[in-house]
C-alpha cells in the first residue's frame, strides 16, 4: 500500500498530467478545425482564448512546484520519515487543486487572491515539513 506521502506525490504529477492533456486536446481540436496551424501555438498560449492562457499557466505553475513540494516528499520518503509529511500530504494536493480550479475559472482580481491563499496553504506546509525533517529524527 502507498503511504500518503507517495500517494500525495502521485496525485501532484497526475494532477499536472492532466492539465497537459486537457491542453493537448483543446490544441488539437483547434488545429482540426483549421482554427490555428500546428505550428502556430505559443508556450504560454497568449495567441489564444484567455482560458487557453490561465490553462497554460496552471500546467506551468504545477511544473515550477513539483521539484521543491515533490522533492520534499520524496526526502520524507527516502529517509523513512514520512511521518513528517504524511499528516498534511492530502492538504497539499487538495491546495494544489483548488488552486489549479480557481486558475482556470477566472483571471479576476478576487480569483487570484483566492488563488494566492491556495498557494499559501502550499508553501506553509511545504516550510513546515522543511522544520518538521530537519527538526526531527
Not at 494532477?15 to 497537459?20: K, S, V, Y
Not at 488545429?31 to 496552471?58: G, H, I, T, W, Y
Request: net charge positive; with cysteine; hydrophobic share 60%.
Amino acid at each position: 500500500m502507498m503511504s500518503p506521502s507517495l500517494l500525495a506525490l502521485t496525485l501532484f504529477v497526475a494532477w499536472a498530467l492532466l492539465l497537459m492533456v486537457l491542453m493537448e486536446v483543446m490544441r488539437s481540436k483547434l488545429v482540426l478545425q483549421r482554427a490555428v496551424a500546428a505550428n502556430e501555438f505559443k508556450p504560454d498560449n497568449s495567441n489564444l482564448s484567455p482560458f487557453m492562457q490561465r490553462l497554460a499557466r496552471a500546467h506551468a505553475n504545477c511544473i515550477e512546484n513539483i521539484p521543491l513540494l515533490g522533492g520534499l516528499l520524496l526526502i520524507a520518503v527516502a529517509s523513512d520519515r514520512q511521518y513528517a509529511t504524511d499528516p498534511l500530504a492530502m492538504a497539499l494536493v487538495a491546495a494544489r487543486i483548488i488552486q489549479s480550479l480557481i486558475h482556470l475559472a477566472s483571471g479576476s482580481s478576487l480569483a487570484a487572491s483566492l488563488r494566492f491563499l491556495a498557494f499559501a496553504a502550499q508553501l506553509a506546509i511545504g516550510l513546515y515539513w522543511v522544520f518538521r525533517l530537519l527538526t526531527t529524527a
